[in-house]
């Protein structure tokens, strides 16, 4: 991201000339984000750079005025699950040949309310 932003940053005319922005749009009103399609772990992200599940991006359109609002929402980190609301964590064992495995099992809680938060 580091990257697409100094090339960015080094051809302003880039994104206009493709149609992508205005004519009279700002550079300064860029985000710079990677919407990954499957789970990420939490990295804070410096230099204004960030990550997002693509669920939680659905989520953030969803439930927001507009796009600012929604990347606003997704840079908040919302849309992470809440251990104790979202899921609960159990440790389970299984026994198959006399070998028995302990692991962490993730579970909906049974009186989960369907925020349209992604779990």
Known sequence: MRD?????ERSPDY???RGI???GDS???????VIARDHLAYI???DGLWLAEFDSLGW???NSDGLADALR???TYEWLPVEGKDFTVRFESANVAGVTIEAEIFHRPRDHKAAGVPA
């Open 15 to 17: 994104l206009r000339e």
């Open 73 to 75: 929402k997704l840079q």
């Open 44 to 46: 804070p992200q410096p």
């Open 60 to 62: 953030a359109l969803r």
């Open 4 to 8: 697409v932003r100094a090339f960015l």
């Open 27 to 33: 550079q300064r009103s860029l985000s710079y984000a």
């Open 21 to 23: 922005i205005a004519s």
